[in-house]
Structures are given as C-alpha cells and as structure tokens.
C-alpha cells in the first residue's frame, strides 16, 4: 500500500511512450497511453500523429512521458558484450574519435552483446526544448531500438518490425537489424498484451521502467536525472497545492456547517429572547398597572374603611331596642358576579336588612336616619309581616357625598 501511494505521488499510473521515428515521407510520432492497475498493464490508447502540435491536442499532459528517439540522426551498432572494457573504451571502439562532448551515447547491455547508440546533444536538446515549450513532461530518453531489450524475452523468437526496423530476435536478444519501410503493422502478444509494432518501442520504455530494468549505461543518465527530479518535484508541488485547497476548501465547509449550525441556534436563542424581552416588557405594563390600580383600590378601601366604621357607628348608636339587624352591604353589586364579566357597584349606597318588633320605633329610626348628615335620604325597600309580633324590613341609605 505504501509503495502505491508512494508511486502515485512520484508518477501516478498513467504513462505515455513516444517514439519519434523517421519514416520516407518525414518524422512521424507514434503514442502508446498505458495504465498500470495493481499487477496488470492495460493499453487505453496507441495513435500515431505527423506533428507534435497535433499529439500536443490530444493528450493529458501533466502525464510522464518515456520518450524513444529513433531518427538518422540516432546511430546504433551491435557489438558483442565484453566485461573487461569499460562503456567509454567500447563506446570508442565502435565509434571513433567521438567527442563525448558533443554527443550522448546509450549503450544496453543484454545477453552477449551490446546495443551501442548515439546523438547530437544538441539535435537532442533541441528536440526536448520543442517538447518542453508544448508543456510534455519527459522523464526517461532512449536512443535508437534499445528498449526492445526490455519485452524481448516476451516476443516470438525470428523476425520482429518496428516502426522503420526489423529485428530478428535469438534467445531473447536482437541479433541482427534490417531496413523496414514502415508500411507494415504488426500486432504482437507480450504476456497477454497486444501491441502493435509501430508503438512496440514506446511501450517497451514504459515496460523497461515499470521493471526497473538497470541495463541502460551511458551519458544520459544525468539529463534522464534531472528530466526526472523536474517532474517528481512538479508534480509533489501540484499534488501538495490541490490537497491543500481540497483541505482549506474542507475546513471552510466545515466551518460554515459549524457557522451555520451555531446560526441557526444563536437566531433561535434571539428570536426567544426577543420574545421573552416583549413578554417581559408586556408583564412589567401589566404589573404596573396592577400596582397603581391596587395603590388606587388601597387609598378608597382605606378611605371606605374609615367611613364605613364611622357610618355603623352612627346607624348602631341610633338603632331601636326593638330592631334586629341581619346584614348591611356597603355599595352593594348591581348584579351578581360573572366570568369575564366586569363588577358593577351601586356606588354611595348601603343595604340594611333586619327584623322590627315595634312599627313605630321602626319608624321613628328611619326619621332619625334622613336627619343624619351623611344621608341623604332612606328609602324602604322591604317590609314584610314575618310573625305576628315581628316584622322583616330592608332599607337603601343613600350617602351624602358632599
């Protein structure tokens, strides 16, 4: 799992191998797209294209690219393989006075023999520049057919064409090299695989990186380094920049879910509040005006209290031997009390209900009643015989309010 997300990072799983071949009529670029999934590869696409502004238009181009230059400029010899000289001393031996300053050189090792290719680093230069400025990401370069080494050993043993060669392949090796015209394509099966002849060099690359082939040796390995750091550094800082928006774009979610929970509940927390504000003013009002209502009602029951008693007194002290009272209302209820009904008082009025024994002192009680100063006058509501020797009276006193 590791050495997976570890890959992902460095390179992904998606390649391209391009091989840049020269056929009669010019230049012509012939693209394979691979995808590794887990232990498999998978071809998702193979096309060919006459210029690189053409192949720039139609693929990702944040993906690796393994690129194969197989032009005349590239010049390859097979040699048999040697383990005494060093790669500089068989360089020079299949190629004369070459100044290694002036050119790269390839050269693979495979059984018994060598693959021995050279280029012009500037031609060689100048072709990366072309695909550095259309924004294709290099990061591996072979020189002439020396990645067929990498699928050899899965290819049928006889005569195998490339895109402007035919190999004959021997126990697993190229053992000779022929002109090919490139007219004819070929389909060829490596471990399950199809590919087609003209793409069988670029996915020999890929293959060759995706087996940690070492059989490469020569001058190209620092550029092939730097073409490679370039990219690995690239993308980390593509990859780092888009994990750290997903991330700051995460967190400002979630802080806006957390906003907006906290919201919603500081917007409830207000709406009650504002409620509780308006009841609570509505309250104090109400409390107020309970308060003055009751200073009002204590101020009349105070004053009532104080004319009430001096009211009884007076009628007590006038009232007959022979008169019995039973009830006296002061400012008795027009009517009786109802629900949501308000309470009517007959206001400077009292009721006085009794028993009489004597008529005349009955009467002569009511003359001294009118000539008190707080009367103003005494009507007889009610008078009824009740027994023979007593008799049921009531009276309404009106109160002389001035």
Not at 90 to 107: A, I, K
Not at 146 to 169: C, D, F, R, T
Not at 206 to 235: C, E, V
Request: hydrophobic residues 40%.
């Amino acid at each position: 799992m590791l050495d997976r997300i570890k890959t992902y990072a460095n390179e992904g799983f998606l390649y391209y191998g391009l091989e840049v071949c020269e056929h009669a009529n010019g230049l012509r670029f012939h693209l394979v797209q691979v995808q590794q999934k887990k232990q498999e590869l998978v071809i998702l696409e193979e096309a060919s294209f006459v210029t690189l502004h053409e192949l720039a238009n139609t693929i990702q181009k944040e993906l690796p690219f393994f690129l194969t230059v197989h032009t005349k400029e590239v010049l390859t010899k097979l040699v048999a393989s040697t383990h005494t000289d060093t790669i500089e001393a068989v360089v020079h031996t299949s190629f004369p006075n070459l100044d290694f300053t002036n050119f790269y050189y390839e050269v693979v090792r495979t059984k018994e023999q060598l693959l021995i290719s050279i280029c012009r680093k500037e031609q060689l230069d100048s072709f990366l520049e072309e695909l550095a400025g259309l924004q294709l990401k290099v990061v591996a370069i072979s020189l002439g057919f020396s990645p067929i080494s990498n699928s050899a050993p899965y290819l049928p043993m006889g005569k195998v064409l490339v895109s402007n060669k035919e190999l004959v392949i021997e126990n697993e090796k190229v053992s000779a090299v022929n002109p090919n015209s490139g007219d004819e394509n070929r389909t060829y099966t490596i471990n399950g695989l199809a590919v087609k002849s003209t793409h069988l060099l670029g996915f020999s690359s890929i293959l060759g990186h995706l087996l940690k082939s070492t059989d490469a040796d020569g001058n190209l390995q620092d550029a092939k380094a730097h073409l490679r750091s370039d990219f690995t550094n690239k993308r980390h800082f593509k990859l780092l920049l888009r994990s750290s928006l997903v991330f700051i774009l995460g967190l400002l979610f979630v802080n806006f879910l957390i906003f907006n929970h906290y919201y919603e509940k500081v917007g409830a927390i207000e709406e009650a509040l504002a409620v509780n504000d308006a009841n609570k003013e509505q309250l104090l009002r109400l409390k107020a005006e309970v308060k003055r209502k009751e200073d009002r009602l204590n101020a009349v029951l105070a004053m009532a209290n104080s004319r009430t008693s001096l009211f009884l007194d007076q009628l007590v002290q006038s009232l007959p031997g022979s008169l019995v009272l039973n009830d006296v209302q002061y400012q008795p209820l027009q009517k009786p009390i109802r629900a949501s009904k308000p309470v009517l008082l007959i206001n400077n009025s009292m009721i006085v209900s009794g028993q009489a024994s004597d008529n005349s002192d009955f009467y002569s009680w009511i003359a001294a009643l009118e000539k008190l100063a707080w009367i103003d006058h005494v009507e007889t509501t009610d008078y009824d015989y009740s027994s023979r020797n007593s008799s049921d009276f009531s009276i309404k006193i009106t109160i002389n309010e001035r």
